[in-house]
């Protein structure tokens, strides 16, 4: 049987942090200056972040940015249940949280 933390720590939470270079407005910025023309984030646009933790950056930009569709991805049950109960106390919609390995994403019928 395959080890579902896949290497990774699963017995202690990961802190709950913000990492401001995840931010839509950021990632246009750096598409800029290395010479890509980067995706307007002014009307509606997706964004995925892949091993979210507890959900803080995700939540965070979906409640700054309502015209975005926000998925963010983590394999630890614990993690993602801290995000939906705080993307739902705080009433911010626009979020889905996936409980999924990297390794299951890939597999054919993954969301």
Known sequence: MEDWT??????????????????????????LVTGWEPRSVEGEFSYCELGCGQGTTANLLAATHPRGRFVAVDFNPAHIARARDFASAAGISNIEFVERGFTQLVEPGAP
């Open 6 to 31: 896949g290497g990774y720590t699963a017995d202690l939470e990961y802190r709950a942090s913000y990492f401001e270079e995840q931010s839509p407005l950021r990632l246009c910025t750096t598409a």
